[in-house]
């Protein structure tokens, strides 16, 4: 038998390990169990790490490797008549909002459980029924010690801890505690686990939808079908609007026929709506913006156009993570629409409009684009991000394990690299002897494999 080594000299960059899939939820949201509910078309299962758009509901158990849960967006219990339990194993990052079943009474019907074995962090509002500290089980272990910050050890006997109070309490904001466990086995202590940790952060948000809206064209003198919008606590605490009004030059052609949430108090969770109409007294585009005053630390602002303006584009890519600094941007585009305008700030924090080529390669970068016509200009769209990681790919070999038999004269072996063609790379290769020996049964073979860049 003869063993190859494929051996070190392997540049930075370069990774043998598959990264952990994530699973996203479509804006809408849905039920967890519905393929179309994500948008890779499939659920989730316990090798993905989910992130949460929109109001998605677990009608089932489920594990998963990591959640992510957005702004604006909500997990909740759907209400089914059985108990539904999520395991998380790894880390949880709630932007938005855990709860039990929005329209809930007090039957354990519609109440949500959790598992986390990871870290947590809670920007938004967790006020699910029973939140676990996970951990595994250690064989033939007598008992569990688990270790919280500013609390004394306690005995446990299972494999969880609640640790709810941590994530549900108001009066514990802005605080972050620790946790660890060991196994108490044949009376003597394991070592204690790597420490988690539970971030609480309480703070005021407002969002609304739509963030920017483009009426149809009406004639002078006549009203636009009524729009509402609707503003919404994204954060922890209350939030506290104050008087909503309209700016701009063309602010005199729209008109606030209804409004529920001036010098309202809108606890987390809840929302009002302001209801506007297009309103015209002259032809022609017209844009003003609708103001929202409030206690979070920015004001909100609506932008609004009519009279033909375009509305907003829908971005597609570059999204998450590409390989280039030089990438294809690409969007829907839209009917009214004659030409775009496009900018984009990189990671110097330098913004280009019309073409764009970053100066720094590496970092997050942001990009919207703004449509316009011969009107004037419309609305911009939402900001999309992307991450530039230039990468030098992976390295595989193209089998296992490689027979020879004798009288075959040779073996071909392939190396091949995927998944990012920066920086020259280079891999050295060798034979060592096990069975056959170098020169008797087969010719000695060592080298290096070259890749350039690009």
């Known amino acids: 038998m003869v063993v190859f080594f494929v051996m070190g000299n392997l540049l930075d960059g370069v990774a043998f390990a598959d990264p952990v899939p994530t699973i996203h939820a479509v804006s809408e949201g849905g039920n967890w169990n519905n393929a179309s509910t994500w948008v890779e078309e499939r659920v989730p299962d316990g090798g993905d790490v989910v992130e949460i758009n929109g109001t998605v509901r677990l009608n089932i158990s489920s594990t998963v490797a990591g959640l992510v849960v957005n702004s604006g967006s909500i997990l909740e219990e759907n209400g089914s008549s059985s108990v539904n339990r999520l395991t ?6 709630n932007n938005g909002t855990i709860q039990d079943y929005a329209n809930s009474s007090n039957s354990t019907h519609y109440r949500f459980y959790m598992n986390v074995s990871g870290n947590i962090t809670n920007n938004g509002v967790w006020r699910n029924y029973r939140t676990y500290a996970i951990w595994p089980e250690v064989e033939n272990a007598d008992y569990y010690e688990f270790d919280i910050t500013n609390q004394d050890i306690v005995q446990v006997s299972g494999t969880s801890y609640d640790i709810s109070d941590y994530l549900h309490n108001d009066e514990l904001q802005d605080t972050t505690h620790y946790w660890q466990i060991r196994a108490i086995v044949g009376g003597t202590p394991t070592d204690w686990s790597e420490l988690k940790s539970i971030i609480v952060h309480y703070h005021v948000a407002i969002q609304a939808r739509p963030m920017a809206y483009a009426f149809e064209i009406v004639e002078v003198g006549d009203q636009s079908p009524p729009q509402p919008f609707t503003i ?6 209350d939030l506290n609007i104050g008087t909503i009004n309209l700016t701009g030059a063309d602010a005199a052609e729209f008109l606030i026929t209804s409004d529920n949430c001036s010098s309202q108090l809108i606890t987390p969770t ?3 709506t302001v209801v506007l109409v297009f309103a015209p007294n002259t032809t022609g585009g017209k844009n003003a913006n609708l103001i929202i005053p409030s206690n979070a630390p920015e004001t909100l602002e609506i932008a609004i156009v009519g009279g033909g303006l375009p509305g907003q584009a829908q971005l597609f890519a570059p999204s998450g ?3 280039t600094n030089q990438p294809t941007f690409t969007w829907r585009a839209v009917d009214t629409a004659t030409w775009y305008r496009l900018s984009v700030t990189d990671a110097t924090e330098q913004t280009t409009q019309w073409e764009y080529t970053a100066e720094e390669p590496l970092g997050d970068a942001f990009w919207q684009v703004q449509t316009a016509n011969d009107l004037g200009e419309g609305l911009w769209s939402n900001t999309l991000s992307f991450r530039v990681e230039t990468l030098s790919g992976v ?10 038999n004798e009288g075959d004269g040779y073996v071909t072996i392939t190396v091949t690299r995927t998944g990012g063609n920066v920086n020259t790379v280079s891999i050295d290769y060798a034979t060592t002897d096990d069975t056959a020996i170098a020169g008797n049964d087969y010719s000695e073979a060592q080298g290096t494999l070259n890749w350039d860049d690009g």
């Open 321 to 323: 993570t590409t390989n």
């Open 270 to 272: 809840n929302s009002c």
């Open 395 to 404: 390295l595989q070999l193209s089998a296992a394990d490689y027979n020879v």
């Open 232 to 237: 919404a606590n994204t954060g922890n605490l």
């Open 88 to 93: 998380v194993n790894g880390d949880v990052l």
